[in-house]
């Protein structure tokens, strides 16, 4: 482990999880942490188990044995919907925008769960694009301001921790640039993000370290100064 | 579909496949035909009745997966039908029964064409919404005789030879004519066109994209079993000599399903196992003071809740030792 | 079509206002299933029961408890919604997981309970149910005459519709609803108790249903059988009208019944099927139905 880390307390701890969708299989001891303010992002192929680690977080998964902590509250044995309330923020890869609602609906729909979220002002000035779209129906956004909402939803809650699933997926550069904009702006703030990329050319401008994914587990940790060293191992890794 | 019933079909074609299967079946066959020395022939027929009635309901649901719950517009009708052509137009039994059943057969025909446009849960809406329909048309037509019903069937003689007045003779038709209705149940689900109904079951657009045109092997299935439905209320009605608006109503779509349910959707012999057992359980309930629909009610709330394989279904479970799959 | 000019305009009114009673149940009942529906995804087949229900709870609480018709108003739909939280959280709740057929198959076999059980203890004759003092009498409209508390019925009925419309479309409860609708796991990933949420709804959707039977008891006679027939025509008033949308079940609800009323006036015998063949012919034209998505 890197100097300097120490100093700061994990706020995620992850140890030998194992997760499983009805009878199969998926996450096969994962073990990872992430500290308070960190950007750390999860890496690996489709079918690594980056979205299974989300899910398995927020407790969208069938069973899960090992452990999840918290700032030191077990997650695994916690109700579903008590986990979002201790302030972790979900933006699941399909964005989960509903289309029977509003964007201001959209944007208002989850609760806030601890102060010192972002007021709506605050979020249409990283946002731009959603400001003044409030009357449309949530699903005629584009593609990017879908993604937009669906973080910026996140922010309103008091959230300290994001999960952001796979936020460029599908998107054109100019979008991800924006989206890379914003992700920065909330580190600047002191979120503390957890993020699935495929792109780790994006990952590798925003995140502070990365884990590897293969096979349901964690392969390896890059911290993100060390990664041109490691370009030639995250090609393996990655099969690019 | 995800009901449990997905590998009872197999299992079906395995109770057939082993000697000792085809001495059990043998065994039931030498039952049938000593049972009314023992119980009572008109008991017996009407089980007889029901069991056809609930395979024939079975085969779409067991074996297409449509719910249909309107059955006892076929199974009303033609008793109905059946009474009034033997009755009024004196007709023989077997002409009566010939039509009853194709009066059901195209009565499916028009049913099917409707719902057949919904799935699952629309599809019993649109069966149960139908079959409404006809109790109402029974109800006010005037041959149906409204809430009397058509009474004093004669029996009359089968093939003009044998006399339906004796309750062996009888019997014996009835056993003739669910053995018949079985046996072709039985040659369709393992016909290649019931694998394709298997099929669509499981997973219809992809039984769509492998070009089979679904919604005509569903029309065939429900029209097949709306036939064999029609030859079991026929047949009640000339066993009887009664047909009466209880048959069309909706609680007798329900009674049927229980039947299918209690005794195992997707099996073969469930059907005949659930009519036996509700059958006997009025004939029962009706010498006590306890309410017949609620027990009824309990029953159904009971196998939908922890009982969905039905007792066949478990049986055949238990004894292949097959874990969920 | 000749005979509609020979038909009084009495008669004329007379049908379409009875028309119009019918649909404002057919709209109560077809609303609480729509909302039942989007939510768990199972037709309530024990829906016209709890009807039966709701009306019962009133008649009970007039003849043992002395509890009048605006008592019955507010407890008889509690009294109802508190059975359907019961039946969620024991049974329903173990069926989301098995095919929707299952939550079919149960609630029908609950409403035989029902149905069986009140016809065991009260007979299948129906009980009379006075109509409160303040919605006596009528009012002589001129080209009809308008009993008092069917213009209440009718007015009750399409107020507290487009109260749950405005309720689910407009309000921010409404939104945690229909995006729960759309995607429960999510709405639960925001730290939302949709298990919860999913009883409530079955609460409020068969509680309309037992605030319908008390609206029904004075006009209709108090009977374990006044809701199995006429659920069966709301089954296919929420066919023609689709499951999409909760302001298309309102719509179709009122529509058929003033629609039934104007049959019982051209052709009478026909009354009772029209409904059906009109579900007949939308299917054939628009499968969906009226107001309906594919799902």
Known sequence: MPDGMHTKTAMLEIADLHGYYGESHVLHGVSLEVRQGEVVTLLGRNGAGKTSTMRAIMGIMGKRTGSIRFQGQELIGMAQHRIPRLGIGYVPEERGIFSSLSVDENLT?????????????????????LKGRGSTQGTRLSGGEQQMLAIARILRTGATLILLDEPTEGLAPVIIEQIGVAVRALKARGFTIVLVEQNFRFAATIADRHYVMEEGHVVDMIPNDQLDANMDKLHTYLGV | MTMQTRDTVHEGIVMYGGSPKILMVGAG????????????????????????????????????????????????????????????????????????TVVAGLMGLVFGLIAIRRQGIYFAMITLALSQMVFFLALQLPF?????????????????????????????????????????????????????????????????????????YKLVAFVLSASLAGLAGGTKAIVFQLASLTDVTWQMSGEVVLMTLLGGMGTLFGPVVGAGLVVTLESYLASTSLPVPVVIGCIFVVCVLVFRRGIVGELMHRLTGKGNR | M??????????????????????????????????????????????????????????????????????????????????????????????????????????????????????????????????????????????????????????????????????????????????????????????????????????????????????????????????SNLIIVVFAVVVIGGMGSILGAIVTGLGLGLLEGLTKVVYPEASNIVVFVIMAVVLMMKPAGLFGRER
């Not at chain 2, 029996?155 to 062996?168: E, I, M, Y």
């Not at chain 2, 018949?180 to 066109?193: M, Y």
């Open chain 2, 29 to 100: 066959l030498l039952l049938a035909v000593l049972a009314p020395y023992v119980l009572y022939p008109v008991f017996l027929m009407k089980v007889l009745c029901f069991a056809l009635f609930a395979c024939a309901f079975n085969l779409l649901i067991g074996f297409a997966g449509l719910l249909s719950f309107g059955h006892a517009a076929f199974f009303g009708s033609a008793a109905y039908i059946a009474a009034h052509t033997v009755k009024e137009w004196g007709w023989a039994p077997e002409a009566g029964l010939l039509a009853a």
């Open chain 2, 144 to 216: 149906t005789h409204g809430e009397d019903g058509i009474q004093g069937v004669p029996r009359g003689l089968l093939f003009g030879l044998f006399d339906l007045s004796q309750p062996l003779t009888m019997y014996y038709t009835v056993l003739a004519i669910f053995l018949a209705g079985f046996a072709l149940i039985w040659r369709t689900v393992h016909s290649p066109f019931g694998q394709v109904l298997k099929a669509i079951r499981e997973n219809e657009p992809r039984a769509v994209s492998l070009g089979y045109r679904t919604d005509r």
């Open chain 3, 2 to 227: 000749s005979q509609l000019l020979g038909i009084p305009p009495q008669a004329l009114f007379g049908q379409l206002l009875l028309g119009l009673i019918n649909g404002s149940f057919y709209a109560l009942l077809s609303l609480g299933l729509a909302v039942i529906f989007g939510m768990l995804n199972v037709v309530n087949m024990a829906h016209g029961a709890l009807y039966m229900v709701g009306a019962f709870v009133a008649w009970l609480l007039l003849s043992y408890a002395g509890v009048g018709y605006w008592g019955a108003l507010v407890l008889a739909p509690l009294v109802v919604g508190l059975i359907g939280l019961v039946l969620e959280r024991t049974m329903l709740r173990r069926l989301y997981k098995v095919d929707h057929l299952y939550g079919l198959l149960l609630t029908f076999g609950l409403a035989l309970i029902f149905e069986g059980a009140f016809r065991h203890w009260y007979g299948v004759s129906g009980q009379p149910y006075p109509i409160p003092d303040l919605l006596k009498g009528g009012t002589n409209l001129g080209f009809m005459y308008l009993p008092t508390y069917r213009g209440w019925v009718v007015a009750a009925s399409l107020l507290v519709c487009l109260g749950t419309w405005f309720a689910i479309e407009r309000t921010k409860l409404g939104a945690y609803l229909r995006a729960a609708t759309e995607n429960p796991t999510l709405v639960q990933a925001f730290g939302i108790n949709v298990p919860v949420m999913v009883s409530l709804t079955y609460g409020f959707g068969v509680a309309l249903a037992g605030l319908a039977g008390v609206l029904a008891a004075p006009i209709y006679q108090v009977s374990p059988l006044m809701g």
């Open chain 1, 109 to 129: 729909l989850p609760p806030v769960v601890k102060d010192g979220g972002m007021t709506v002002p605050q979020i249409y000035d990283l946002f731009p694009n």
